[in-house]
């Protein structure tokens, strides 16, 4: 399954929570690419761009809320929001 509208970029950007306790999504200062890209209401990073999944830390072109994981202690920034394999690892493992 290919998106031709979802492309990695490496530069200029951050990842960040898209909300306290929502999830990460990279952040960039200039348009990624063409009509890719969200426009964000933050005057330095003002492009809203792919989520990244909470546990592997790999841009995907959506992350799902995951109760299971949300509970992980430590917390850490994004956990509850997890690429679609990791969800499935993680609901998988939850007893
Ligand atoms: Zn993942």
């Known amino acids: 399954m290919v998106n031709t509208n979802f492309t990695k970029i490496t530069e200029g950007i951050e990842v960040r929570e898209s909300w ?7 952040f960039a200062k200039i348009r990624p690419h063409g009509s890719w890209g969200l426009p964000f209401d ?9 989520y990244v999944c909470g546990r592997c830390k790999k841009t995907a072109e959506g992350v799902y809320s995951v109760t299971a994981a949300a509970n992980t202690k430590p917390r850490t920034p994004g956990i509850g929001w997890l690429c679609p394999a990791c ?9």
Do not use: F
């Open 42 to 50: 933050d005057a330095e990073w003002p492009w809203a761009a792919a």
């Open 87 to 95: 969800k499935e690892m993680a609901t998988g493992s939850a007893a």
């Open 20 to 26: 306290p306790g929502g999830p990460l999504r990279e």
